[in-house]
């Protein structure tokens, strides 16, 4: 399994842009579609994008379409994901995902085998 350590999250002004990062060592990372997810406090965790291990497909939560785009370095191990036009509601903690890329892209955090420890992005209105 691959480890996976995010950073880049803060916090920001509603309608401002973060970008987080997700670096990953240990495993073969171009083999591995990667994925974001995120969790804010009372509430379950939720998928908010993904991208396929040559970073040519993406999907995206529909709450995040428009605004986020997900990208990934495979020479660099690292997978991205750009945050604009923030909103209050984005405020949660972010985690990186990894699973061996089998074909289409899932949604499904249990579908995910490995995980980064998160970090708190907040949005001020």
């Known amino acids: 399994q691959v480890q996976l350590v995010e950073s880049g999250g803060g916090l920001v002004q509603a309608g401002g842009s973060l970008r987080l990062s997700c670096a990953a060592s240990?495993?073969?990372?171009?083999?591995?579609?990667m994925a974001w997810f995120r969790q804010a406090p009372g509430k379950e965790r939720e998928f908010v994008a993904a991208v396929s291990r040559s970073g040519r497909t993406a999907n995206f939560a529909d709450s995040v379409k428009g605004r986020f785009t997900i990208s990934r370095d495979n020479a660099k191990n690292t997978v991205y994901v750009q945050m604009n036009s923030l909103k209050p509601e984005d405020t949660a903690v972010y985690y990186c995902a990894a699973r061996i890329d089998r074909g289409p892209l899932t949604t499904r955090a249990s579908n995910y085998e490995s995980w980064g420890q998160g970090t708190q992005v907040t949005v001020s209105s």
């Open positions: 240990g495993g073969t990372f171009e083999n591995h579609a």
